[in-house]
């Protein structure tokens, strides 16, 4: 098994990486503005395109080097710009008002949840002194941090995005874990992630165009 | 045998291809319904011709068809036949009628064919990366289903069942890379340590604390797909909101393979954590999915989520048989997803029959079936019949198998709530569809005797696939044809 050690130089970086997502999330959870939302998880998909630039310099892995491309053009590109121009902008989405408990709340919660992804994943699962040892509970951490978000807010747009954070928290533990993954597996995860945002966007606008006319529909039914 | 495997993948593009060219919806219809003839055709001759040779395994493994693979093919490839033939009816009456147009109704057959194609291709590969992706992939094509109508409501619909769906195997995405990781002690070549026949041959040296929670992430993933409670909740939206045969697809052969996946990991889990955490975990899963199904059960309202929290209830019954183990409990298992496959395609077709006719989609709108169109009314009252496990119908049989691995292999008690379980089942759902098929056709009831479609043949392309279903779990529940019993058999046999 192909494994970095904590105290290289790659594996410091993708600690400090890993780490960087998780802040990154929590700034994502703890915002309350969709710009926000998009910033944030874009600068988390780029931190991301690093860590496993990182990666695939470490294991000398081409097909690593086109995974971290790919992160940075699709991830850390071209999806905020797709959800700023096809969401936000024409949805005029700014504050998100659907939250269903307070960002403080939520913000504890979300210590909790990473508290816990730290109790699961830390004693038993990984041998001391690997890299993967501190990655793995920040991935874990990541991906329930992102299923918090998805939970606390009733917005589609932001529920997208929180299923984007989880996806991004496996992809990190993957490339730390195990970055011998094959290849064409990832290349499809890959594009089902594209297509399921493609779909999830036609849904969200779909979505808020027939519960914009329905409401419209009414108005015009009380003028006469 | 490649070609074969080949041929049952691309027969339901047949469908797609053509409505994507421009066809007319009735004729992609047709050309759904031949394609589906053909990978039936297809699914069998590889069912009897693997019988007694090795797995077939191609492409490092990312082609991989054994009996149990075999098995889900025809489960699946026979659903998609009846659903198939039920389309070309139900939408063209849906056509006919205005509720949806032309343009629709060819997005429907373009996105019913990619579905029953990714999912028929998921029960192919050995590749557990592979069939993530797949089941990924079969998931948006069904979301399009779903949302059809393009309502607030089946978009709504849709968009839980897509963010659900997703989430759910992005977890198990999760699993299937700690099963990757649990093999790190092996020497195997990176495509071998996600292939199927490897790790379980190679069970017992996988790292146990990682395959733990592989184990359990895969159910929690896959459990979402599979309708297991508490991950159900997108379940009742997306079958009440689709087409009626987009929602037969869904419960009769979407659930069965998201619990192929499961049952794929739960035959490594068990060969290399022992047989006690993989049974409490199923246990606990399915005998919460019975019990949130039942009592949901118990509501009237719209008919088709009644069928979907019988689906919720079934799944359950399934993983508690695979809970129970035992030859007893996989040989129940399978032989209910068979049954309850036809017998679930069967129901929701005729649901669209009635929902055509009475347009309306609530229990309480519909009175009177039998008298005004006895067929149907015949089909839907058999077919609960048949759902809620009641003989001479197969699941009859399938069900007692289950509950007597319960008593061969765990304590009484657990087979006596779940036969506690049935019991409430089928007070709360034959009381709804009783209420349905009899008393007065009353109000636009009256109207329901006039036939919703053009022409003789289409009513016939409603009809057939009702009648030969039930006829199948009829007979299914009286005589097990001796090639299914060596079929379920020798499935069985590559589990344990």
Redesign the interface.
Known sequence: ?QSLSATSVAGVLLDLSGVLILLLAFACLASKLFNRYVAYYGAQSVVLSFAAGVAAYAFRSPELWILAIATLAIKGIAIPVAARRLLIRRLELKRDAALSTGLSTSLIAGGALTAFAYL??RP??LPHGVVAAAVVPLSTAV?LLG?LA?VVRRH?VA??IG?LI??NG?FL??IT??A???F??EA??F??LV??VL??VV??S??TR??AS?SAGDLRELQG | MIGLAALIVAGPLAGTVTAAFGARGSRAGWAGAAGAVVSLVAAVWLLTGQLHRPPLEAIGG?LYVDSLGCFFLFTVTTVTLLAAVGSIGYLSAEEEAGRLSSFQVRLYYIFFGLFASLMLASLETG?L??L??LI??ST?AS??LV?LE???GS??A??KY??IS??GV??A??GT??L??SA??LHLA??LR?TWPYLFAHAHAL?P??LR?AFLLAVVGYGTKVGLAPMHTWLPDAHAEAPSPASAMLSAALLNTGMYAIIRFLAIARAGLGDSFPRVVLLVFGFLSVTIGVLFMVRRGNFKRLFAYSSVEHMGIIAVALGFGGVLGLYGALLHTLNHAIAKAVLFLSSGDVALRYRTREAAGVSGVLTAVPLTGAVLLLGSFAVLGSPPFGLFLSEFTIVRAGFANASPVLPLFLLGLLAVAFIAFARTTAGMATGEPAGPAAAAAASPYASRLLTLTAAVPVVVGLTAVLVLGVWIPAGLDTVLRHSMAVLL
Request: charged share 10%; aromatic share 12%.
């Open positions: 098994m699961v994943t038993q699962l991906i299923a998805m589609t529920q997208l299923w989880v996806e496996v533990g993957a874990l195990v011998t993954f094959p064409i597996v499809g995860i594009l089902d297509a399921g779909i999830m849904f969200v779909g979505l027939e519960l329905a | 990312f590749n990366g592979l993530f992706v990924e992939a948006l979301a399009a949302g393009g309502k607030a978009l709504e849709a968009w897509v963010i997703s989430l992005t977890i995405l999760a890379l700690f990757f990781y790190s002690a990176p495509d996600l790292v604390a990682s929670l």
